[in-house]
């Protein structure tokens, strides 16, 4: 089945401590993206990657670091997180084949307290 | 002022009934559009694409007008299971897959 997973689904932690969000597509898509999605803020991205070791921020990267060592993964590190990184977040994943309507598929988000 | 902008709602509408939503988006060379579903602490899918020319799926029908830089959504005969919150993605004409999303518009529909 097409999919793409995130680990952990729901994280609770505490400010500091260094923390990892995988993500991992099996659509061989070069795409990849991060995305947190705040009450009245929508869906903002985080980083993206637009192949392997190809890596750039998005609107809201602070706090954030990702890397793309491999075409099916792309893990989000939180290296100090603080309170206001509480938040829902998405992975998503698509092809740059096709032309401009390539769908973005999203995995089932991770939901993350910082307190 | 926000880049893509929707009546957040929620749309209180009964069984069977046609809605409509609207979503303006402020970049006039914004490249592609589209409608994402969203249930309820669930991941985004894709709804549809919004072409030029508008397109209708089954009961869906979207719109764009590029000279006032809005995108329509309307949903004829309203199910339940059509309950959820639909958000307007626009791609920006910056030569890679940005997406901006808006913040969504809610539906209800009640029996």
């Known amino acids: 089945e097409a999919q793409v997973t995130q680990n952990p689904r729901y994280l609770i932690t505490v400010t500091g401590k260094k923390l990892t969000v995988t993500c991992s597509q099996n659509?061989?898509?070069?795409?990849m993206s991060w995305y947190r999605q705040d009450p009245g803020l929508g869906l903002r991205q985080i980083y993206y990657?637009?192949?392997?070791?190809?890596?750039d921020k998005g609107d809201v990267p602070e706090g954030y670091k990702v890397s793309r060592k491999e075409k099916r993964n792309f893990p989000l590190i939180l290296e100090s997180p603080s309170p206001n990184q509480t938040s829902l977040y998405f992975c998503?994943?698509?092809?740059?084949?096709?032309?401009?309507?390539?769908?973005?598929?999203f995995g089932p988000g991770t939901r993350l307290t910082v307190l | 002022r926000k880049e893509v902008e929707q009546d957040p709602g929620p749309f209180n509408v009964p069984e069977g009934a046609t809605v409509a939503f609207n979503c303006t988006y402020s970049?006039?060379?914004?490249?592609?559009f589209f409608w994402y579903r969203q249930d309820c602490r669930k991941e985004p899918k894709l709804l549809m694409s919004?072409?030029?020319s508008g397109n209708e799926d089954g009961r869906f029908t979207a719109q764009l007008n590029r000279a006032s830089q809005y995108i329509s959504l309307l949903i004829r005969d309203s199910k339940l299971s059509d309950s959820a919150t639909y958000l307007c993605?626009?791609?920006?004409?910056?030569?890679?897959?940005?997406?901006?999303f808006g913040t969504g518009t809610r539906l209800l529909v009640s029996p």
């Open positions: 998503a994943s698509s092809s740059l084949a096709g032309g401009s309507y390539n769908e973005q598929f």
């Open positions: 659509m061989n898509h070069e795409y």
């Open positions: 990657s637009m192949n392997v070791e190809v890596t």
């Open positions: 970049n006039s060379a914004s490249q592609s």
């Open positions: 919004v072409y030029s």
């Open positions: 993605v626009v791609r920006q004409n910056t030569g890679f897959q940005k997406l901006v």
